[in-house]
T-cell receptor, first 115, second 115 residues
Framework: AQTVTQSQPEMSVQEAETVTLSCTYD???????LFWYKQPPSRQMILVIR??????QNATENRFSVNFQKAAKSFSLKISDSQLGDAAMYFC????????????FGKGTKLTVNP | NAGVTQTPKFRILKIGQSMTLQCTQD?????MYWYRQDPGMGLKLIYY???????DKGEVPNGYNVSRSTTEDFPLRLELAAPSQTSVYFC??????????????FGEGSRLTVL
């Protein structure tokens, strides 16, 4: 079964600084997606960024970028120029193509942004 | 489009009562999911459906039932509520990851307390 591990239960960053959240996963599949979701106190799950496993190029979305290392099964999220609104729980998630295609989540990292 | 709509947003149940969490989506997605999120944890899959008339168990199905009579609706039934079912429940939907980018769209969550 696929598993997703986030080894940092909590992280903090100063406003305007850069922070990296770690994620590793385990799978025997070759075709899959990886995601970072943000969950603010409002509980809404918000997609931050996605990465297709077949793409070598790391995904970027404005201040958010990933470091995808397929062989190492590592998928870290870098947040640049951190803002107070970035404070939230961040979940790494894996989804295979085909079959149930269920999303498997890590336990999350709570990010605090200090002014 | 409304996206994924869950009702109710909050509910308090007594032990042994039953209830149904409603979920509907207007995006013509064939895949639908129910997750639960316990405090400080990631999301765990309860049940999922790959299309109308097809449902299957996830990681934590005990104490729950689902049905999928239409593409739009995927209700979650709690029978004989227990304190262990106190949680936040999320419904999600998507198209197949083989077709598009694999993103799941989430409802706003339903907070259930069993006393």
């Amino acid at each position: 079964a696929q598993t997703v591990t986030q080894s940092q239960p909590e992280m903090s960053v100063q406003e305007a600084e850069t922070v990296t959240l770690s994620c590793t996963y385990d799978t025997s599949e070759s075709d899959y997606y990886l995601f970072w979701y943000k969950q603010p106190p409002s509980r809404q799950m918000i997609l931050v960024i996605r990465q297709e496993a077949y793409k070598q190029q790391n995904a970027t979305e404005n201040r958010f970028s990933v470091n995808f290392q397929k062989a190492a099964k590592s998928f870290s999220l870098k947040i640049s120029d951190s803002q107070l609104g970035d404070a939230a729980m961040y979940f790494c998630a894996y989804r295979r193509q085909g079959g149930s295609e269920k999303l498997v989540f890590g336990k999350g990292t709570k990010l605090t942004v200090n002014p | 489009n409304a996206g994924v709509t869950q009702t109710p947003k909050f509910r308090i149940l007594k032990i042994g009562q039953s209830m149904t969490l409603q979920c509907t989506q207007d995006m013509n997605h064939n895949y639908m999911y129910w997750y639960r999120q316990d405090p400080g944890m990631g999301l765990k899959l309860i049940y999922y459906s790959v299309g109308a008339g097809i449902t299957d168990k996830g990681e934590v199905p005990n104490g729950y039932n689902v049905s999928r009579s239409t593409t739009e609706d995927f209700p979650l039934r709690l029978e004989l509520a227990a304190p262990s079912q106190t949680s936040v429940y999320f419904c999600a939907s998507s198209l197949s990851a083989r077709i598009v980018t694999g993103e799941l769209f989430f409802g706003e969550g339903s907070r259930l307390t069993v006393l």
